[in-house]
C-alpha cells in the first residue's frame, strides 16, 4: 500500500483518515441537498407550466365563456396575436416559453408562428419522431398533455382553428430544464465519485492503521508472553505509529537492561568474589553438562580436585587479609598452568580448588594433576615473604565413576583426602576408597524415617559456673536410639549428614526440641541457658537465621536463652558469609559460642570480629591439663585470651577434681564433663538439678609448678 511506510504519530493517523471521511460526508450530504434542491425546482417548474396552460386557455376565451366539457379550445385570434399575448400574460414568469404551432397546406409540416421561429424549429426538431407526434396530436377533448423532452418541460394544448390551413392549432409551453445541464451532470457524477473515492480512502487508511496498530500491539504482547516463558527475547520494533515505535524502543532498552543485570547477577551468584573463578554452584553446573555430553558421545572426561595445605596457618599468623592474597596469587598460578582453553578452573571451597577436564582418561588426567601440584612447589611472595604450600589433588573420571555432579564431586574429595592421609600427592578414584557406599545409602534412608519416626532424642549436659558451683544451662547432644541397633552416638551419624546436606534437617530440628526444654524448664521454674551445636554447613544456609527465629518464636522462648555453638574453623571456607549469618543471628538475639577453640588455625585478628560472647576450650586440653603442664599453660592463655576479648570460658572434658581446682583457679568461667555428669535425658534434668551439690576439691594437691602458673 502506497502508506505502507507511512510513520505519524498515532493522532495524526487518526485524524487524517478522519478529515478524508469528513469531506467525503460533507460532499454526499452537499449532493443530498443539490438533488432535493433540484426536485424542488422540478416541482416549481411543472407547477409554472400549468399555471401557464391555464392561463392560455383563459386567453383564448376572451368573452370569458368556457368550451363545453370535453371540447377543444377555439382560436379566435391569429397565433403571432395569441402568442404576444401570453408572452405579456406570463411576463411574471419569465423561464416559460410560448410558441403556437400551426400546419401548413403544403407538406402537413407544423411551424410556429412567431418571429424567432428559427429557434423553436430547431427545438422541435430536437425532439424525436415520438414526441414530436405527441406534442401535435389531436385531443378532441380539450386536455392539456405534459411530458419531458430534451431536458426541458413541455406542455400541448390542441385548439381549434377554423382560420387556419388544418383547421387546428398547437399552443407550446415548456419550461427547464426538467433536469440538470449536461455539466451539472457531470459535475454530479464527479462529486459522487470523488465522495465515493473519499469513503473508499479513509476506510483504506483507517484499516491499514489499525491493522499496524493492531500489528504493532500484537507483536508487543507476544514479546510478553515470550519473555514469561524464555530468557528475554528480542523486541520487535513496530514500524508505526510512532507511539508503538518508541513504546517498543523502550521494551527494548528493559531487555537490554534487564540481559545486563542478569549478566550481573549471574557473575555474582556463579562467581567466586574473592578468585573470579567459578563457585561451586557453577562449577557443579558445567561438570552436570559435561556428564550429560561425554555420556552422549561415549568419551571420558576427568574432575580434579585440589586441597592447598597451611592456608589457615597464613591466615593465623599474617591475618585474613594476607591469606586472601595469597588465595588470589594461587588461582592465578593455576589458571596459568592449564593448558587447554576447555579446562574449567573452579573454587569450590576455602581452600579447594577443582579442574574439569571435557576430554581425558586415567592416565592424561594424573599427569595434569601432577603438573599443577608442581606448580604448587615453587614458593610464592607475599608481603616480601616466600611462603610455601603444600597440596593434594584427587582424580576421578565421568561418567564411569560417577552420573552425578555431586555424587562425582564427592569421589574426587574422597580420593583426595585417601592422597593426604596417605601423605600422597595425587590419589584417583577407586570404588574400594568407599566400602559402605551401599551401608551409607540405606543409613541415610533410615536417619530421614528417624526424624519422622521420633527415634532421636536430646541428651543434656549439664554446665556449671565455677565460681558460684550453681548449674547455668545445659548442652544439648543428639542421640539416635535405632529399634534394632540401639543407641548410635553422634560420631557415626553426624558427619555423614554434613556430607549429605541432611545436616540442615537435624539441625532445625534440634533447635525445636531445645525450646521445648526450655520451656519445659521455665514451668518447672528454671531459668537456664541451654546449648545446640551448629554444622559449618549450616553456616552455607542463607535462611538459617530466620527459620531459627521462627522456631523460638513459635514456642515463645527468647532467642538469648539459646546458645548457638560452632567450631573455630565453621566460617574459614567462606568468612564473609559465615560473618554476615553469625552477624544476623546475634542481631536476633541468640548466643553465640566458638566450640573446640584451640584445634584449629583460625586468625585471632578474625576471632575478634565475630559476634561471639562465648569460648570453648577443647576437651584434649582440658583431660591432660593435671598431667601435662603444657596444657595449662595453653588452657591459661586461652582464658587470658577470651576474658580479654570480653567473652566466657567454658572448659569441656572435666573429668577430675584436680582438673577442677586448676580451672577454678585460672578463673574458667564455666565448665562441663563426666565429673559432674553424664548426658542424661531431659526428663531426669530437673531432678538433677535440684539435687546438685559442687564437689569439695580443696584438698586437690597441686605440685609447685601447677601452682605457679595459677
Given amino acids: 500500500m502506497p502508506f505502507k511506510r507511512l510513520a505519524l504519530p498515532l493522532p495524526a493517523l487518526l485524524v487524517l483518515p478522519i478529515v478524508i471521511l469528513a469531506v467525503a460526508v460533507s460532499g454526499l450530504v452537499w449532493l443530498v441537498l443539490r438533488q432535493q434542491q433540484a426536485g424542488a425546482d422540478l416541482r416549481h417548474a411543472r407547477e409554472e407550466l400549468r399555471q401557464s396552460v391555464q392561463v392560455a386557455r383563459v386567453m383564448l376565451q376572451p368573452n370569458g365563456l368556457q368550451p363545453p366539457h370535453g371540447q377543444a379550445a377555439v382560436l379566435h385570434a391569429s397565433p403571432e396575436a395569441l402568442q404576444s399575448g401570453l408572452q405579456h400574460a406570463l411576463h411574471l414568469m419569465p423561464q416559460v416559453q410560448v410558441a403556437v404551432l400551426a ?60 382560420a387556419l390551413p ?33 469513503f473508499s480512502l479513509a476506510g483504506a487508511l483507517l484499516w491499514q492503521q489499525g491493522a499496524r496498530v493492531r500489528r504493532g500491539l500484537l507483536d508487543l504482547s507476544g514479546w510478553t508472553h515470550r519473555a514469561t516463558q524464555e530468557e528475554w527475547p528480542d523486541v520487535p520494533i513496530p514500524a508505526g505509529p510512532a507511539e508503538l515505535h518508541h513504546l517498543g524502543k523502550m521494551m527494548q532498552g528493559l531487555t537490554q537492561f534487564r540481559h545486563e543485570r542478569e549478566k550481573d547477577i549471574r557473575q555474582t551468584a556463579f562467581r567466586d568474589t574473592l578468585t573470579h573463578l567459578p563457585n561451586r554452584a557453577f562449577f557443579q553446573m558445567r561438570l ?4 550429560t555430553e561425554a555420556r552422549k558421545a561415549q568419551r571420558s572426561g576427568a574432575l580434579i580436585t585440589l586441597d592447598i595445605q597451611r592456608f589457615k596457618h597464613v591466615n593465623a599468623v599474617l591475618g585474613q587479609a594476607s591469606g586472601d592474597a595469597l588465595l588470589r596469587k594461587v588461582a592465578h598460578r593455576l589458571t596459568a598452568s592449564l593448558p587447554d582453553v576447555h579446562h574449567v578452573l573452579g573454587r569450590i571451597g576455602g581452600n ?78 577407586s570404588p574400594d576408597m568407599d566400602p559402605d557406599q551401599a551401608a551409607s545409602l540405606s543409613l541415610l534412608t533410615e536417619l ?68 521445648a526444654i ?37 514456642h515463645h522462648v527468647p532467642a538469648s536463652a539459646i546458645v548457638l555453638e560452632i567450631t573455630e574453623g565453621a566460617t574459614m571456607d567462606d568468612p564473609v558469609h559465615g560473618q554476615q549469618i553469625l552477624s544476623r543471628l546475634s542481631e536476633l538475639g541468640f548466643q553465640l559460642s566458638i566450640d573446640d577453640f584451640g584445634t584449629g588455625y583460625s586468625s585471632l585478628a578474625y576471632l575478634k570480629t565475630l559476634p561471639v560472647q562465648e569460648l570453648k576450650i577443647d576437651k584434649s586440653f582440658v583431660l591432660n591439663m593435671q598431667n601435662d603442664l603444657n596444657d595449662a599453660k ?62 569439695s576439691v580443696q584438698d586437690e594437691y597441686l605440685n609447685t609448678d601447677f601452682k605457679n602458673i595459677l
Fill in 103 to 162: 400546419q401548413e397546406r403544403v407538406d402537413g409540416a407544423w411551424q410556429p408562428s412567431h418571429g424567432d421561429a428559427k429557434a423553436w424549429t430547431s427545438a422541435y426538431e430536437a425532439l424525436s419522431l415520438t414526441e414530436r407526434r405527441t406534442l401535435t396530436a389531436h385531443r378532441s377533448d380539450g386536455a392539456p398533455l405534459e411530458f419531458e423532452a430534451d431536458g426541458w418541460l413541455h406542455a400541448a394544448l390542441s385548439v381549434s382553428a377554423p
Fill in 352 to 429: 579447594q580448588f577443582a579442574c574439569l577436564v571435557p576430554r581425558a582418561d586415567k592416565v592424561s588426567a594424573t599427569q595434569l594433576a601432577k603438573a599443577l601440584l608442581r606448580n604448587m612447589d615453587t614458593p610464592f611472595e607475599l608481603d616480601g615473604q616466600a611462603i610455601d604450600l603444600m597440596a593434594q589433588a584427587g582424580v576421578t573420571l565421568f561418567p564411569e565413576d560417577g552420573r552425578t555432579a555431586d555424587e562425582l564431586l564427592s569421589h574426587a574429595e574422597m580420593a583426595m583426602n585417601v592422597a593426604r592421609q596417605k601423605m600422597s600427592s595425587v590419589m584417583v578414584y
Fill in 288 to 291: 552436570a553438562q559435561q556428564i
Fill in 448 to 515: 530421614k524415617q528417624a526424624v519422622n519416626r521420633h527415634e532421636l532424642k536430646l541428651f543434656l549436659q549439664p554446665k556449671i559456673c565455677l565460681a558460684t558451683n550453681t548449674v547455668l544451662g545445659a548442652e544439648a547432644l543428639i542421640r539416635w536410639q535405632h529399634p534394632e541397633h540401639g543407641l548410635i552416638t553422634p560420631d557415626r551419624f553426624i558427619p555423614f549428614a554434613e556430607q549429605t546436606g541432611f545436616m540442615r534437617v537435624l539441625t532445625l530440628w534440634a533447635v525445636d526440641q531445645a525450646s
Fill in 518 to 554: 526450655w520451656r519445659a524448664w521455665l514451668q518447672a521454674g528454671l531459668d537456664l541457658k541451654i546449648a545446640v551445636n551448629l554444622s559449618p554447613r549450616d553456616l552455607m544456609d542463607r535462611e538459617l537465621p530466620q527459620h531459627l527465629h521462627a522456631i523460638v518464636t513459635r
Fill in 634 to 695: 595453653i588452657v591459661r592463655s586461652v582464658i587470658d585470651l577470651a576474658h580479654n576479648l570480653g567473652m566466657r570460658v567454658v572448659a569441656e572434658g572435666l573429668e577430675s577434681a584436680k582438673s577442677w581446682k586448676l580451672l577454678e583457679g585460672l578463673h574458667c568461667d564455666e565448665a562441663q564433663g563426666f565429673f559432674i555428669s553424664r548426658p542424661m535425658p531431659p526428663d531426669a534434668f530437673v531432678a538433677w538439678v535440684r539435687d546438685w551439690e559442687a564437689p
Fill in 166 to 198: 388544418g383547421g387546428r392549432a398547437v399552443v407550446w409551453l415548456r419550461t427547464g430544464p426538467a433536469v440538470a445541464d449536461p455539466g451539472w451532470a457531470r459535475a454530479r457524477w464527479q462529486l459522487a465519485l470523488v465522495t465515493l473515492g473519499g
